[in-house]
């Protein structure tokens, strides 16, 4: 057993409200460089949808990611060899078509306009050419209404749908959508420092923050290839690689990073795991039906006296175990089993886990016959001539999430790797504490029914009020648990910085420190 710490994040799906504060505070903090036009390390998708960059998640054009070879797992479109063959022409990277060509507006126009009987206009320019254009794609350019031929439509989730349920999901008075709020997955088994030629890509010892290091990067963007998700950015004006930093240099103040910060609807969850490195490559390399719960279980439990001493053995500090007891993440992932990796498929091993949305499920479609109804309200009320009718009701406990206007087989191939069973496992949970809640609140379930939706789960009623406690009430200090910094452990590593200034910097120790806490 060989235990670190790693830094990881919960986003609550259904408190997310589109209002994408997060990506503005990311944007207006670290990308609004020259080059860093296009970037967005934090952004919000609308699901269904294709994304950003454009159908992201199709592996069969980015061939990101790792894929199962034999015991193993190799690269599927990065590394030495593939690496060398697309040296001249890489054709599995995203182009800034499939971003967006970033703009802005001429805002002197409106002010500098001359008075006249028409309304001035701000035009749209290129922020890469100068030139006016007309817009076509943006950083969430995603259709909430019903989908478009363009973009929900095209979402690559919706590949084991049959026809019939993909119409269904497009009208309009049956649609549902939910936001996805992306940041950089910090992996346990990141693809892009693996697929790095230069080594500039790291994962911090202390934290696990993958980060790049500028004056290494060489701007093979074999990452930008390797990174299923799209996370990391080719910087035209440097020529360098970018990526989401998850603000550390905040999370060593104390502080939550920005776009978790700024969350208006409160989703985002931060805190510290332990977890067993000895098994990552058990974990990268199971069966495609086995990855999520190989994941999960090389998560550790903190309280685990051999856990601990093996962790300390390792030089984690106390201040970061106590902070993995304290951690909301782990409670969310693994004690409570309430949220999911993004695309474990690809296996990376994320350590960004969504809990999945209910809302969209909560309703069911229930067979009526609107003839009654019409035949009450007269002939001038409007009766729709289908007959069906939403189902918002807690007559059948699990009856809403089987019959679901949202398929399980979406949520399934987004947040599930394909099984079915993980998400529904998750959905029922919520439920449970929802109708649990509804005993406690509004009176119209009896207790025993409450009770016994707890107990179909595996819950008992301390576990629902400790999950609506953190979902509904928690506090700043609840949400984020962010482990000391402990900067005196980064001063030793370092030589007396006067003998070194101004020769070779300020002088790291060479042989004393071992990286990888």
């Given at each position: 057993m060989d235990i670190r710490s790693q830094v990881s994040m919960v986003f609550h799906l259904d408190k997310c409200i589109g209002c994408h504060t997060c990506s503005v505070a990311c944007?207006?903090?670290?990308?609004?460089?020259?080059?860093?036009?296009?970037?967005w390390w934090n952004n919000v998708e609308t699901k269904p949808g294709t994304g950003y960059p454009t159908k992201w998640e199709d592996q069969t054009i980015y061939k990101g990611g790792?894929?199962?070879?034999?015991?193993g797992i190799a690269l599927r479109g990065?590394?030495?060899?593939?690496?060398?063959?697309?040296?001249?022409?890489?054709?599995?990277?995203?182009?800034?078509?499939?971003?967006?060509?970033?703009?802005?507006?001429?805002?002197?126009?409106?002010?500098?306009?001359?008075?006249?009987?028409?309304q001035p206009t701000a035009r749209p320019v290129s922020l890469i050419t100068g030139k006016p254009i007309d817009i076509k794609m943006g950083p969430n350019w995603d259709d909430d209404l019903s989908g478009s031929p363009d973009y929900a439509r095209n979402d690559p989730n919706l590949k084991d749908l049959s026809p019939g349920e993909r119409e269904a999901m497009f009208?309009?008075?049956?649609?549902?959508?939910?936001?996805?709020?992306?940041?950089?997955?910090?992996?346990?088994?990141?693809?892009?420092?693996?697929?790095?030629?230069?080594?500039?890509?790291y994962k911090r010892g202390e934290d696990g923050v993958v980060l790049i290091n500028q004056n290494v990067c060489r701007a093979w963007r074999m990452c930008v290839t390797a990174c299923p998700y799209k996370k990391t950015y080719y910087n035209w004006h440097t020529g360098k690689a970018e990526k989401c930093i998850l603000c550390?240099?905040?999370?060593?103040?104390?502080?939550?990073?920005?776009?978790?910060?700024?969350?208006?609807?409160?989703?985002?969850?931060l805190g510290v795991i332990l977890y067993d490195a000895d098994r990552i490559q058990q974990a990268a390399s199971a069966e495609a039906q086995h990855v999520i719960q190989s994941q999960m279980d090389i998560l550790m439990d903190p309280f685990d006296p051999a856990v601990i001493a093996s962790a300390k053995a390792n030089g984690i500090a106390d201040s970061t175990i106590h902070a993995a007891q304290q951690s909301p993440t782990y409670k969310f992932v693994k004690q409570w089993g309430l949220a999911l990796p993004l695309h474990a498929e690809f296996r990376t091993l994320p350590m960004l886990f969504y809990v999945?949305?209910?809302?969209?499920?909560?309703?069911?479609?229930?067979?009526?016959?609107?003839?009654?109804?019409?035949?009450?309200?007269?002939?001038?009320?409007?009766?729709?001539?289908?007959?069906?009718?939403?189902?918002?009701?807690?007559?059948?406990?699990?009856?809403?999430?089987?019959?679901?206007?949202?398929?399980?087989?979406?949520?399934?191939?987004l947040l599930g790797a394909g099984d079915e069973?993980?998400?529904?496992?998750?959905?029922?949970?919520?439920?449970?504490?929802?109708?649990?809640?509804?005993?406690?609140?509004?009176?119209?379930?009896?207790?025993?029914?409450?009770?016994e939706v707890l107990r179909d789960v595996g819950y008992t009623p301390a576990i629902?009020?400790?999950?609506?406690?953190?979902?509904?009430?928690?506090?700043?200090?609840?949400?984020?648990?962010?482990?000391?910094?402990?900067?005196?452990?980064a001063i030793e590593m370092l030589e007396f910085t006067g003998d070194k200034k101004g020769s070779t910097g300020f002088g790291f120790k060479e042989g004393t420190m071992a990286r990888g806490l």
């Open positions: 944007k207006n903090i670290w990308t609004d460089r020259k080059g860093a036009e296009y970037m790792w894929e199962k070879h034999g015991d990065a590394g030495k060899r593939k690496g060398l063959l697309n040296i001249f022409h890489n054709p599995n990277l995203p182009v800034i078509d499939d971003y967006y060509e970033p703009f802005t507006y001429k805002y002197l126009d409106l002010i500098e306009s001359p008075a006249g009987d028409d009208q309009l008075e049956r649609m549902a959508f939910f936001y996805l709020p992306r940041i950089c997955n910090h992996c346990l088994n990141p693809a892009c420092v693996a697929a790095c030629p230069s080594g500039a890509i550390y240099p905040r999370i060593e103040a104390g502080l939550a990073p920005a776009c978790m910060h700024s969350c208006v609807g409160r989703i985002r969850y999945p949305p209910l809302l969209p499920v909560m309703a069911s479609v229930k067979a009526v016959q609107q003839g009654e109804q019409a035949a009450k309200l007269g002939p001038v009320a409007k009766v729709w001539d289908d007959n069906w009718l939403y189902d918002t009701s807690t007559a059948e406990l699990w009856g809403t999430i089987e019959q679901a206007r949202f398929p399980l087989k979406y949520l399934a191939n069973h993980a998400v529904k496992d998750r959905l029922k949970k919520l439920m449970a504490v929802r109708i649990y809640r509804r005993w406690k609140t509004v009176g119209d379930v009896t207790e025993q029914k409450a009770q629902a009020d400790a999950v609506y406690y953190l979902t509904s009430l928690a506090k700043f200090d609840d949400r984020f648990v962010i482990p000391a910094a402990h900067r005196e452990q």
